[in-house]
T-cell receptor, first 112, second 112 residues
């Protein structure tokens, strides 16, 4: 089992561009969580998805951020019109229903 | 509000010394608590969860509801224990289905 995969591992964008972060859950897991870690901070919950459904997006910024987990393929976290404050590490975790969350290696986004 | 506090940003001990990483939480309900560890250049991984009452790599953590604490302890620290340690609370209320609330983390440095 390859574990949770995230790509890219590092992403550099200029202000105003779009960032797309991908997360492939562990085999057999249908629950995906996205977390953001700002410098010197702990991980903060953003969104919880199951296949084709957003279950809880209470941690998502109201604008520019969206997430999906289609029937086929990875979960995508999309950030439109990035700003410098979006620079952070974005972690994805997957689980079976309400079981232990297993984390990916993260994507480090740098906005210039 | 649900909150996890790790008061120490950095904890430095000598090899063989006891170590205690502090974690306090604020939660209205029956908490489910975890310790995650992140070794250098590796992904976040689960160290232990309070409901398992297990000992992993010599670490233990006891949930103290009276003091709302879940401190991580090891009697004899090893150099390979050097890592970032995160305490986390699983949130279960309203629409939340198990997302984690993390503390800011404690960096443990074990010196030879």
């Amino acid at each position: 089992n390859a574990g949770v995969m995230q790509n890219p591992r590092h992403l550099v964008r200029r202000r105003g561009q779009e960032a797309r972060l991908r997360c492939s859950p562990m085999k057999g897991h249908s629950h995906v969580y996205w977390y953001r870690q700002l410098p010197e901070e702990g991980l903060k919950f953003m969104v919880y998805l199951q296949k084709e459904n957003i279950i809880d997006e209470s941690g998502m910024p109201k604008e520019r951020f969206s997430a999906e987990f289609p029937k086929e393929g990875p979960s995508i976290l999309r950030i439109q019109q990035v700003v410098r404050g979006d620079s952070a590490a974005y972690f994805c975790a997957s689980s079976a229903y309400q079981e232990t969350q297993y984390f990916g290696p993260g994507t480090r986004l740098l906005v210039l | 509000a649900q909150r996890v506090t790790q008061p120490e940003k950095l904890l430095s001990v000598f090899k063989g010394a006891p170590v205690e990483l502090k974690c306090n939480y604020s939660y209205s309900g029956s908490p489910e608590l975890f310790w995650y560890v992140q070794y250098s250049r590796q992904r976040l991984q689960l160290l232990l969860r309070h409901i398992s009452r297990e000992s992993i790599k010599g670490f233990t953590a006891d949930l103290n509801k009276g003091e709302t604490s879940f401190h991580l302890k090891k009697p004899f620290a090893q150099e390979e224990d050097s890592a970032m340690y995160y305490c986390a609370l699983k949130e279960r209320y309203g629409g939340s289905q198990g997302n984690l609330i993390f503390g800011k983390g404690t960096k443990l440095s074990v010196k030879p």
